[in-house]
């Protein structure tokens, strides 16, 4: 069974903070993601990479960065946290072009 | 612009009773439209899928009907049970399956 594992489950952090998201995936997928879910606006792309080192913007990416050194973790970076970055991020991966996309519990942040 | 409209955003269904969940997208480049579910807490999950070459699919109590020129797929779910109570999403991809468009989700609740 795939696991996508995300290192947080709940995160507190200040205005102004750098934030960073934690994702590690064991079936040695290509693809990894990362969304924002919201209610009433659903999953959000942020990034997503097909490869180490390489990455591509999504629907939203401004506010993030993202970094990928090993083909297992993805790494999610808020430079300077602010209060509308409070969200549910969910991190996905999978084999290459083939779908489907397995998900990660997610990790709830709130920015005060 | 969101790209795959969902409705209802909640939706309350009495135990045995048959809940459909709605979608309709705009891009007709679209040719693959899964279907996920997800418990509170956790990442959601696929149920089911479909390509635009057939008209449904089922599985289980889970069928997807696609209405190609209408540009609309829905979710019926027969003998709703209280476990299905969920949020549903329906989703669209093109081409390589890296990007994924998400509607804004359906809350379920089956009432025993």
């Known amino acids: 069974d795939v696991k996508v594992t995300q290192s947080s489950r709940y995160l507190v952090k200040r205005t102004g903070e750098k934030v960073f998201l934690e994702c590690v995936q064991d079936?040695?997928?290509?693809?990894m993601f990362w969304y924002r879910q919201d209610p009433g606006l659903g999953l959000r792309l942020i990034y997503f990479?097909?490869?180490?080192?390489?990455?591509e913007k999504g629907d939203i990416p401004e506010g993030y960065s993202v970094s990928r050194e090993k083909k297992e973790r993805f790494s999610l970076i808020l430079e300077s946290a602010s209060t509308n970055q409070t969200s549910m991020y969910l991190c996905a991966s999978s084999v290459g072009a083939v779908p489907p996309l397995h998900f990660g519990n997610g990790t709830r942040l709130t920015v005060t | 612009q969101q790209q795959v409209k969902q409705s209802p955003q909640s939706l309350i269904v009495q135990k045995g009773g048959i809940s459909i969940i709605n979608c309709a997208y705009e891009?007709?480049?679209?040719?693959?439209f899964p279907w996920y579910q997800q418990f509170p807490g956790k990442g959601p999950a696929l149920l089911i899928a479909?390509?635009?070459?057939?008209s449904e699919k089922k599985e289980g109590r889970f069928t997807i009907s696609f209405n190609k020129s209408a540009k609309q797929f829905s979710l019926h779910i027969m003998d709703s049970q209280p476990g299905d109570s969920a949020t549903y999403f329906c989703?669209?991809?093109?081409?390589?399956?890296?990007?994924?468009?998400f509607g804004s989700g359906t809350k379920l609740n089956v009432k025993p």
């Open positions: 079936m040695d997928h290509e693809n």
């Open positions: 990479s097909y490869d180490v080192k390489m990455k």
């Open positions: 479909i390509r635009p070459d057939v």
């Open positions: 989703a669209a991809s093109k081409g390589n399956f890296n990007k994924f468009y």
């Open positions: 891009n007709t480049a679209f040719d693959y």
